[in-house]
């Protein structure tokens, strides 16, 4: 693989996560939203399911350093959506100082997860886009 200056480096970054494959498109679709008004092209958000083995399993994370992100627009946004996919499934709608939340509520509540470990090809699969109503 060659770059600009025919080098190649590795970067290694966290993978995040998500329980709920609808969260994991919302994430998918901002971020295609959010690079297309950067980048010229087309592109079309993908989600992977990852399946973690035992030990993995262990060493999630929740992503408590989003908390500053949910304090932005886009934020006040996956709230609003979060808020539609309880009420769609007729359970309550969350209530979360975000500011004072407990680390788990990340993870449990609103689907903020991340893992710093290398996760093997075998492990993934690309899921098709849930149908909208």
Do not use: C
């Amino acid at each position: 693989m060659a770059t600009i200056g025919n080098q190649y480096t590795e970067i290694v970054e966290p993978v995040f996560l998500t329980q709920s494959k609808e969260l994991a498109y919302y994430w998918a679709q901002q971020t295609v939203r959010e690079r297309s008004m950067r980048f010229e092209g087309v592109e079309e958000p993908i989600v992977l399911q990852v399946n973690l083995n035992e030990k993995q399993q262990t060493s999630v994370k929740p992503d408590v350093g989003a908390m500053s992100l949910l304090m932005m627009r886009d934020g006040e946004a996956y709230m609003a959506h979060i808020a539609k996919l309880y009420q769609d499934n007729n359970l309550a709608i969350p209530e979360i100082d975000l500011r004072n939340a407990d680390r788990m509520a990340f993870l449990d509540t609103l689907g903020m997860a991340y893992i710093d470990q290398d996760v093997s090809r075998a492990s993934i699969e690309v899921l098709q886009e849930p149908a909208t109503a």
